[in-house]
Nanobody
Framework: VQLQASGGGLVQAGGSLRLSCAASGGSFSRYAIAWFRQAPGKVREFVAAIRQSGGTTKYADSVKGRFTISRDNAKNTVYLQMNSLRPEDTAVYYC???????????????????WGQGTLVTVSS
């Protein structure tokens, strides 16, 4: 499976963006998908994840109530709807995939073996 992230851009604080992570070349439905982000000068951090069936999701505390992760297995795509964006959400966002990720590992980078190329989100104040 290969992953490609898209949908980043420049938005004002309080605005919204929807990121997409499109998969190709494999059994997408077998993979849990997560979004991580890396701001300039900071380490990469977990944002959100969704398990294979889509029935279980997990969010970082900093985005709970503002971001929503969803998946459409028929389209081999995972979405990250980002609302009420803040300047501190500015980062390169990466999607990552891992087969059969257990619940307790959803937020762990080491659970994901496949990474997309990243898409830049810039939130202006």
């Amino acid at each position: 499976v290969q992953l490609q992230a898209s949908g980043g851009g420049l938005v004002q604080a309080g605005g919204s963006l929807r990121l997409s992570c499109a998969a190709s070349g494999g059994s997408f439905s077998r993979y849990a998908i997560a979004w991580f982000r890396q701001a300039p000068g900071k380490v990469r951090e977990f944002v959100a994840a969704i398990r294979q069936s889509g029935g279980t999701t997990k969010y970082a505390d900093s985005v709970k109530g503002r971001f929503t992760i969803s998946r459409d297995n028929a389209k081999n795509t995972v979405y990250l709807q980002m609302n009420s964006l803040r300047p501190e959400d500015t980062a390169v966002y990466y999607c990552a995939g891992g087969p059969s990720v257990i619940l307790s590992s959803l937020a762990s980078e080491t659970a994901y073996s496949i990474w997309g190329q990243g898409t830049l989100v810039t939130v202006s104040s």
